[in-house]
Nanobody, 117 residues
């Protein structure tokens, strides 16, 4: 199973930016080929929701709520996925998680993003 570690969260003011990173690993060895990587988020009292996905070839998908503000990217050599978050809004406040091949990886601790004045 693929282990995932998210980082880069923090406290920012509305309109600010953050860049999240997600590293992948496997105790048994290399993670190998990953086709789909994605970012999810979960706000207090809400279900976890899909934010963005990216294929190995670079095809991206975004939730309507973040379209035009967030950019997902990946480094295939490192099997690392990033989420550039610009023009942040208070409603973006959540714990952000990454995963691979849908939800086949082991959920990590997530990284807290708080957007507030």
């Amino acid at each position: 199973q693929v282990q995932l570690v998210e980082s880069g969260g923090g406290l920012v003011q509305p309109g600010g930016s953050l860049r999240l990173s997600c590293t992948t690993s496997r105790s048994s060895g290399s993670v190998g080929f990953i086709y789909l990587m994605g970012w999810y988020r979960q706000a207090p009292g809400k279900q976890r929701e899909l934010v963005a996905t990216i294929t190995r070839g670079g095809t991206t998908m975004y939730a309507d709520s973040v379209k035009g503000r967030f950019t997902i990217s990946r480094d295939n050599a490192k099997n690392t996925v990033y989420l550039q978050m610009d023009s942040l809004k208070p409603e973006d406040t959540a714990v952000y998680y990454c995963n691979v091949e849908g939800q086949r990886g082991a959920w990590g601790q997530g990284t807290q993003v708080t957007v507030s004045s």
